[in-house]
Structure formats: structure tokens, C-alpha cells
């Protein structure tokens, strides 16, 4: 199982990014996703989640209406769409693969789950 983020960069508040996940060694019916992020001397924080079967997806709170996960099963890659981007979204961003598909609904990561190096992502004020 392995995942791979990328799309992360600089820009300017107000601004939109799209972060890929590429995933190989499974496919994307069998695994939930989710993308959670980590900010210098804060903890790790869910954002999205898309589940394995119905594709059906959950946001925290504080990105709901601005950002949007999606996949392309042909692909292997899921995606985390990010508009009005602002200052406090600055993080690392990871996608994992949910060894429980039931912490998808709260966005919940644990060391435990398969997750690879994140893009760096910073909003500019």
C-alpha cells in the first residue's frame, strides 16, 4: 500500500489549489481516504474523507463549502479540491488510506494507517 500527495505550493489568500493522491497496491474500493493535515507545533487535524463504496464524503467544519474531495477509480488517485483558501489552511497536507472504514465519517487518522509524505501547502496573507 503506498500513497503519494502532491499539488501543494504557495499562494495567495482567496486562492485554490488541487491536491492529487496517488495510490498504488490496492484499489480505491477497498480503502477509505481521507486527507488530514499538520501545521508546526499543532496537531494533526482531519480534513476530508471519502469512503470506499459509495464514495459518499465528510469535511471538517472549517472547510466545509471551500474545499472537495473526489477520485478517479480508473486513475487510482483522489483529489482534495481547495478554494477561498486562507492563512490558517496552511499545513502539511497527507492523504491516508482508513484501515476503519467507520473513522471516515469524522475524518479520525491514525498512526496506524497507511499514509505517505505530504505537500506543503501555504496561504499567504
Known amino acids: 500500500v503506498q500513497l503519494q500527495a502532491s499539488g501543494g505550493g504557495l499562494v495567495q489568500n482567496g486562492g485554490s489549489l488541487r491536491l492529487s493522491c496517488s495510490t498504488s497496491?490496492?484499489?480505491?474500493?477497498?480503502?477509505?481516504i481521507a486527507w488530514f493535515r499538520q501545521a508546526p507545533g499543532k496537531e494533526r487535524e482531519g480534513v476530508s474523507c471519502?469512503?470506499?463504496?459509495?464514495?459518499?464524503?465528510y469535511y471538517t467544519e472549517s472547510v466545509k463549502g471551500r474545499f472537495t474531495i473526489s477520485r478517479d477509480k480508473a486513475k487510482n488517485t483522489v483529489y482534495l479540491q481547495m478554494n477561498s483558501l486562507k492563512p490558517e489552511d496552511t499545513a502539511r497536507y497527507y492523504c491516508?488510506?482508513?484501515?476503519?472504514?467507520?473513522?471516515?465519517?469524522?475524518?479520525?487518522?491514525?498512526?496506524?494507517?497507511?499514509w505517505g509524505q505530504g505537500t506543503q501547502v501555504t496561504v499567504s496573507s
Open positions: 491516508a488510506a482508513l484501515l476503519d472504514y467507520r473513522r471516515c465519517t469524522s475524518v479520525v487518522v491514525t498512526t496506524r494507517d497507511y
Open positions: 497496491g490496492f484499489t480505491l474500493d477497498y480503502y477509505a
Open positions: 471519502i469512503s470506499s463504496g459509495d464514495g459518499s464524503t
